[in-house]
Each structure stands twice: as structure tokens, then as C-alpha cells.
């Protein structure tokens, strides 16, 4: 990998999202920003996206990026206050693909609807790494089923080192 900084895309329910999943991905951000990567969320103000972002931000020198899926008319209740850098995509959920392809690691964090669904199976597509992060038995069944390049984490430290080993081999 060259000498930007990497990039670990965070993915998972926003409204609606289990107070495990929220807690877990609030711990992750700040696990993330304290190894000097880039947090990369949905940049919603919501779930997953919002506690990622929230955790990242508690460490000097933190970088957040939100791929939001409006086009950002200036109502800045549409994204998390965390953020250093909101990018506006009026895509819709098929800002899910930017999510994945800007991110050198895939963390899905708890189970999720859909969108979370289709980043994790984008991932795969692309060939990017993928961390399944304490979600639920039929996910990891199904995704593991897939293919290679999954693996799956119990807890925030377990996640962070594969994280880390994944990143080496890039």
C-alpha cells in the first residue's frame, strides 16, 4: 500500500440498529481513528453510521468520511455532526458501491436491512476484504458461503486485528 492513509469503510443498520451494534461500532470508530486510519460510514445521524463516527472522533487526528446519498441542499440534519468531510452523492443506496470501492476493508457491524446486505455482497464482488462484526449466524453462514475473503469477529479488539492483517497484505 502506498503511504496514504488506509481506509476502513464501517457498514450497518441506521434507524433500527440494535443497541449491540451500536455500542460495538462506536468502540470500532474509536479503534479506528486510534490506528491512523480513515473511518469511512454512510454518514447518516443514525445507528451504525452515527456511533462509528461519534467513537472515531474522541482521538486527535481523526479523519471521518460520510458518503451521504442526497445532494446536499445545506440541511446538515441529513448527516452525523461527526464528520470532517460529507460527500454528496445523490445516488441514493447506490452510493453503496462508493461506500465499498473507497474503503480498503468492509466491516458490516451487527446485521442490518438491505442496504447493509448489498454492501457486504459488493464487497465480495470487488475482491475488498470483509469483517463480519458480531452479526447474526444466518449472515455469516450465508456470507461465508460465498466466498473467500471473509472473516468474521466477535468483538471490537478480535475485528481491529483482523483489520490489521488484512491491510499487511494489501
Known amino acids: 500500500m502506498s503511504n496514504r492513509r488506509a481506509v ?5 443498520a441506521g434507524v433500527g440498529a440494535s443497541a449491540e451494534a451500536v455500542a460495538l461500532a462506536e468502540e470500532l470508530g474509536e479503534c479506528i481513528s486510534r490506528k491512523g486510519w480513515v473511518l469511512l460510514t454512510g454518514g447518516r445521524p443514525a445507528g451504525v453510521m452515527a456511533a462509528a463516527s461519534r467513537g472515531a472522533a474522541r482521538v486527535d487526528g481523526h479523519l471521518v468520511v460520510g458518503v451521504l446519498p442526497d445532494e446536499g441542499n ?3 440534519s441529513q448527516n452525523t455532526a461527526d464528520l470532517d ?3 454528496f452523492t445523490d445516488m441514493g443506496k447506490a452510493r453503496n458501491v462508493i461506500n465499498v470501492l473507497s474503503s480498503d476493508v468492509v466491516v458490516v457491524c451487527g446485521s442490518g436491512g438491505s442496504g447493509t446486505a448489498s454492501e457486504a455482497a459488493h464487497s465480495l464482488n470487488a475482491g475488498r476484504p470483509l469483517v463480519l462484526l458480531a452479526v447474526l449466524v444466518l449472515w455469516r453462514d450465508f456470507f461465508c458461503s460465498l466466498g473467500g475473503g471473509v472473516e468474521c469477529a466477535g468483538d471490537v479488539e478480535e475485528c481491529c486485528r483482523l483489520i490489521e ?3 499487511r497484505k494489501a
Open 8 to 12: 476502513v469503510g464501517v457498514m450497518g
Open 74 to 76: 445545506g440541511d446538515e
Open 85 to 87: 468531510l460529507a460527500l
Open 165 to 167: 492483517a488484512r491491510l
